[in-house]
């Protein structure tokens, strides 16, 4: 067993500098890396491109980096809700690129298994498809689109054992386990860390070997975006 | 009298059929799930990762972990399923979703959308819908026919950036039932009380209306 352990959000930062490229799994708030996040926040690191569905709220998830403009670039597919985002947006203090959000799925997915770029229909015709390269199949068009090169991918489970393998829980596996794939350094943050053997290899998530460092968080707030209910009769 | 929502919704659910998978959009699209007909089984997908989506959970058993694509929160039915944003978009792109219901700012007569952006002002993003209407065999775009100013949303050509080219082949509105074929409009059904003469006023794009037209019936 090849131990991925390390004690604390300090020591599974180690090495995160200015001017690096991150992953950071999660939709909405759901599944976010809360305490890695807080870590950056922590670090004051800046200039930093930003791979993530979505960017938070303005009091929390990414939300709290682009407060402290630690941020220069989002890749995103969805930034509603984030008025501090908008206002930064529209006076060019951060550049974001929108793409489709199954074009940035495959592309973390293409990033973590080694297929440099793809062909997608997804936004053909679109601005989405400017400058890139373009070639029909079978009578359908389609748009070239290329992985990613993460320095960090800094991802949220459930459950975690020793070696590195997750265990993700409803809709919080999200956009995590390929972001798990794609990173150079993939740290996990679980909810609850195990020894190894105490997982059912048969129930893991993103196996061991794509994460580098996990460790158990604390002080989850799990936020959530839209409370719906279904009104009692 | 022009539709509500929940009657746009009603219309749409009657497009549903047995054993289809179904991505509802959010808003209107949203309120398909209410109105599924009497003897037919479907199950609604919701992209950020998850089959056999539920209805809203009774309060107190709200879950953080389990949301729809809207953000809120949601419960999954038995024989459901959860997964990653890849798997999801490939059930999607494979064409294993045989539709997609969503709303719209503009919609072409040759079958164009927009709805993710309007430049300098409105810019969120277009999140699952470009990948949606790029794969989709049965589109179906569920909105108001005019905007908040009285203005067509049924055009010659989108006026917006586009979210796809040449992909709806079905529009519900408060006014009518049009299908897009042939570069037109092919008016199908008027909402209750509603004249041809008022879809004809309210349509900017090319209108075919062919022989008789039925009113819906909503049940």
Known sequence: MINKVVQNVEDALEGVQSGMTFMLGGFGLCGIPENSISQLVSLGVTNLTCISNNAGVDDFGLGLLLQKRQIKKMISSYVGENDEFERQMLSGELEVDLIPQGTLAERCRATGAGIPAFYTPAGYGTEVAKGKETREFNGKMYVLEHAFQPDFAFVKAWKGDTAGNLIFKGTARNFNPMMAMAGKITVAEVEELLPAGELDPNQIHTPGIFVQRIFEGNNYKKRIEQRTVTPKL | ?219
């Open chain 2, 1 to 219: 009298m022009s539709l509500s929502k929940q009657e746009i919704a009603q219309r749409i659910a009657q497009e549903l059929q047995d054993r289809w998978y179904v991505n509802l959009g959010i808003g209107i699209p949203t309120l398909v799930a209410n109105y599924i007909p009497k003897g037919i089984d479907v199950e609604f997908q919701s992209e950020n990762g998850l089959l056999g989506m539920g209805p809203f959970p009774k309060e107190g058993e709200e879950d953080a972990d389990m949301i729809n694509a809207g953000k809120q929160t949601v419960t999954v039915l038995d024989g459901g399923s959860i997964f990653d944003s890849a798997t999801s978009f490939a059930m999607i792109r494979g064409q294993h979703v045989q539709l997609t219901v969503l709303g719209a700012m503009e919609v072409a007569e040759n079958g164009d959308i927009a709805n993710w952006k309007i430049p300098g002002k409105m810019v969120k993003g277009m999140g699952g819908a470009m990948d949606l209407v790029a794969s989709a065999e049965n589109i179906i775009v569920a909105m108001m026919h005019t905007n908040k100013r009285g203005a067509s949303k049924l055009l010659k050509a989108c006026s917006l950036p586009l979210t796809g080219v040449g992909c709806v082949k079905k529009v519900v509105t408060n006014l009518a039932v049009l299908e897009i074929k042939n570069g037109a409009f092919h008016l199908l059904e008027r909402a209750p009380g509603v004249s041809v003469d008022d879809i004809k006023n309210a349509t900017a794009g090319t209108l075919v209306v062919d022989g008789d037209i039925p009113e819906m019936v909503l049940n």
